[in-house]
């Protein structure tokens, strides 16, 4: 195995298990990871044999110090690399990482702000990351996670999230599909939605809203039509559907 470019490190797999029919959780022992925030995200390279390279950037869902990162990925079904990473890559074999990447679109337990969180499908990673750090802080911060995904089965971490003694509290949305004997019927987020399940602006949470474009922006501007201000807000999004 060659070392990794300057500015990279040499990711090997060790852990992987199926999140949906076509997402996959993948950690990985990274010597030398100088650790992480909750929110941050890292750029994947792949070589060809060939010698041709892809990178594409994914966030981390997992928080804390260490030289181990997990990060979970959503198979594109014109992808390049995601269907590689879901379907190909296995135990033992390694990839290039560079990061921890980005510092705005974090959360620190030292923060005293309530927090809301708001996801649109897979872009529950990174605030699965946030959920994860403030359990492992023992933060007293009140956390809300608001989870739009289209079906019952399109939910990455169902368990974890589902488990009692998880410390955010988590509100599922659906827009297609909805559980048997769920109480509302599936369509998208309503500003109505969102003033009936996530914190209210009096108390100036700040929000985190992570998804498809569309998704974020529609979110962001029913948030501040509720009231929110505009610089409580922190958004991150991708162009997938």
């Given at each position: 195995?060659?070392?990794?470019?300057?500015?990279?490190?040499?990711?090997?797999?060790?852990?992987?298990?199926?999140?949906?029919?076509?997402?996959?959780?993948?950690?990985?022992s990274?010597?030398?990871?100088?650790?992480?925030?909750?929110?941050?995200?890292?750029?994947?390279?792949?070589?060809?044999?060939?010698?041709?390279?892809?990178v594409?950037?994914?966030s981390?869902?997992s928080?804390?110090?260490g030289?181990?990162?997990?990060?979970?990925?959503?198979?594109?079904?014109?992808?390049?690399?995601?269907?590689?990473?879901?379907?190909?890559l296995?135990?033992?074999d390694?990839?290039?990482?560079?990061?921890?990447?980005g510092?705005?679109?974090?959360?620190r337990?030292?923060?005293?702000?309530?927090?809301?969180?708001?996801?649109?499908?897979?872009?529950?990673v990174?605030?699965?990351?946030?959920t994860?750090?403030?359990?492992?802080?023992g933060?007293?911060?009140?956390?809300q996670l608001?989870?739009?995904?289209?079906?019952?089965?399109?939910?990455?971490?169902?368990?974890?999230?589902?488990?009692?003694?998880?410390?955010?509290?988590?509100?599922?949305?659906y827009?297609?599909t909805?559980?048997?004997?769920?109480?509302?019927?599936?369509?998208?987020?309503?500003?109505?939605?969102?003033?009936?399940?996530?914190?209210?602006?009096?108390?100036?949470?700040l929000?985190?809203?992570?998804g498809?474009?569309?998704?974020?922006?529609t979110?962001s501007?029913?948030?501040?039509?509720?009231?929110?201000a505009?610089?409580t807000i922190?958004?991150?999004?991708f162009?997938?559907?």
């Amino acid at each position: 195995m060659t070392s990794p470019a300057p500015g990279w490190f040499t990711g090997r797999l060790t852990r992987a298990h199926l999140l949906t029919a076509y997402a996959r959780s993948l950690t990985f022992s990274v010597p030398g990871w100088p650790g992480h925030e909750a929110g941050q995200h890292v750029d994947v390279r792949l070589t060809a044999p060939d010698g041709y390279q892809a990178v594409r950037s994914y966030s981390i869902a997992s928080a804390g110090p260490g030289e181990e990162i997990e990060l979970a990925i959503d198979r594109l079904p014109d992808g390049e690399v995601s269907p590689f990473l879901v379907d190909d890559l296995e135990l033992g074999d390694t990839v290039e990482l560079r990061g921890p990447l980005g510092g705005w679109f974090v959360w620190r337990p030292e923060l005293t702000q309530p927090v809301q969180l708001i996801a649109g499908g897979s872009g529950v990673v990174p605030l699965v990351a946030m959920t994860r750090a403030h359990a492992q802080a023992g933060s007293r911060v009140p956390m809300q996670l608001l989870y739009s995904l289209r079906m019952p089965d399109d939910a990455w971490y169902r368990e974890e999230l589902s488990r009692p003694s998880a410390t955010a509290r988590i509100t599922w949305h659906y827009t297609r599909t909805v559980p048997p004997g769920w109480s509302r019927s599936a369509g998208r987020l309503t500003a109505e939605d969102l003033e009936r399940e996530t914190l209210p602006p009096e108390g100036k949470p700040l929000i985190y809203i992570c998804g498809p474009t569309g998704f974020v922006e529609t979110v962001s501007h029913a948030l501040t039509t509720l009231g929110h201000a505009p610089d409580t807000i922190r958004t991150e999004r991708f162009g997938g559907t």
